[in-house]
């Protein structure tokens, strides 16, 4: 039977007009609706309920829980938000559901951990979320590197992103990067000797000659900031010795304090400054220290982008 | 026309009743009254939210049942009677017969909601003896279920013109679940870039948008709903009904029914 011509041309022009009123009434109403599918969806806020109602496809429901706090974060970031009350939860259910998607904790913590507008600013919640993250997946050594990123970037502990680093460079198949950020941080920190020990690995277990010149600087800054600290203590016991700050350098050496003049790691001797301190002579030798310098020029915080390299994708 | 339409409607919904569809009345009543009772025993004050979330739920999915698998077999049940043929040596056109048949199975579904209706609210007298004035938001979130039910007997339709009875309860329920994650789906269209988010947008807006006609949990806690919503839920349903329904004709009057 052949079709009816009037029937096909109506049927066809109401088809497209009915495909453009959906599309128009469907922007509408999301319009209407923003945010409105995520409050609904935390009227079940607990994982593990979720986790049960998944009937055991908890694997693709954590790709829509990530997807969708990935979404919320970014449609919230865009309106420079107040709070991002949903991201934690989210992640939380996210990770739960499964406990092994390691995207999840490194992006997601990074999304709690900086300060609002452009993250949650909760980085004990970040911290929180990431420690599970090891617990879940101990040989993940990006959780560690996350870790230690957010101890040093959100919360200035320099001691707590040592460790994690450290922890991380142990980790199978660790990147060499992480030894050279643990003994920095700890540098930082004032643990010179757990700083030492770990430039020292690091010089040795590498074959990267950017790494290790690297290291080696730090060591030198290291050597620097012990023996900047050996002789302001030098000082002190001159003075309460003699009663007055000492002139120079020989003074240590007559007085028997010292075997000779004390010299920095490229050979030239320190400088006894008229208040008693301590500097170097060319502080550009030593771009890592945090003593010896002289006054107003301030020791460098740990940079990222500095000592940041190429990891592996 | 219309006398026409209005018979082949007034005939699938005879049809229904005969078929025994209303039958699933009792098991939703035994479910609401045994779900009241336990509740009340087994729990602390969420007997209401129980009878309206487990109340609504049912009557959705139920009459979601109902429309794909009735709405599947409209076409190939009367081309299996060989009725269809009878009714074509008539003059009787096949958009008609498309559209009656829709109205049928419609007005069937809105007669079992209209009873299961009674139910939940007879059940949320009984949990807590008076109704409150949020309780009126039931009968919004009662009215998007029928807008899914038109949506969906359309889809039925649209592929019962088509393939088999079997593939075509496959088709609609499948539609009917994606349609319940539309919004994920145009959220993750929005996220992509090029010729992928062209494909995935137009893709995003063809599936049923279901996900927003679906507010039981938000009226379980008494939420508003907002008069701008129920306005553009209604125009969007009714135009995806009539887009799928253009589809149905467009296929079935090119179909050989020899």
Known sequence: ?313 | MKARISYIAANTFREAVRDRVLYNLIAFALLLVGAAILVGQISIDIERLVVINLGLTAVSLFGMLIAIFIGIGLVSKEIEKRTLYTMFSRPVRRWEFIVGKFFGLAGTLVVNTFLMAIGVFAALLYVSHHLQKPDAWLLVALYFIILQFLMITAIALLFSSFSSPLLSAVFAFSLFVVGSFAEDLRGFAAMTKGVTRWLATGAAYLIPNFSALNVISSVAHGEAVSGQLVFYNSAYALFYAALALCGAVLIFERRDLK
């Open chain 1, 1 to 313: 039977m052949k079709p009816a011509r009037g029937t096909t041309v109506i049927a066809s022009i109401l088809l497209i007009a009915c495909l453009s009123g959906t599309v128009f009434t469907l922007d509408r109403v999301d319009r209407l609706r923003t945010g409105a599918s995520l409050e609904e969806i935390l009227y079940i806020s607990s994982p593990k309920v979720l986790k049960r109602l998944s009937l055991g496809y908890d694997g693709l429901l954590a790709d829509v829980y990530w997807t969708r706090a990935v979404q919320y974060f970014g449609h919230k970031h865009r309106s420079n938000p107040e709070n991002y009350k949903l991201l934690a939860p989210l992640l939380e259910i996210t990770t739960y559901l499964d406990p092994h998607l390691v995207v999840a904790y490194e992006f997601g913590a990074n999304f709690l951990a900086s300060p609002l507008p452009d993250g949650a600013g909760e980085p004990e919640r970040a911290v929180q979320l990431i420690e599970n993250g090891i617990r879940a997946n101990p040989d993940e050594w990006r959780l560690y590197y996350n870790l230690g990123f957010i101890y040093y970037m959100e919360m200035s502990d320099y001691a707590k992103a040592a460790h994690a680093f450290a922890r991380g460079s142990e980790r199978p198949g660790a990147h060499s990067f992480l030894k050279i950020l643990a003994a920095s941080m700890a540098q930082h920190a004032g643990e010179l000797e757990t700083a030492r020990m770990l430039w020292i690995t690091t010089f040795e277990s590498t074959h990267d000659k950017q790494i290790k010149s690297n290291a080696l600087a730090h060591l030198r800054a290291l050597k620097v900031e012990e023996d900047v600290t050996n002789l302001e203590k030098l000082v002190a016991r001159y003075r309460e010795r003699t009663g007055r700050l000492p002139a120079s350098l020989n003074d240590f050496v007559s007085a028997g304090m010292l075997p000779g003049i004390s010299v920095d790691p490229t050979g030239r001797p320190y400088k006894l400054m008229p208040d008693g301190t301590i500097e170097v002579r060319n502080p550009d030798d030593f771009p890592f220290i945090t003593k010896g310098l002289p006054p107003g020029r301030q020791a460098p915080r740990p940079d990222f982008g500095k000592l940041k390299m190429d990891l592996p994708p």
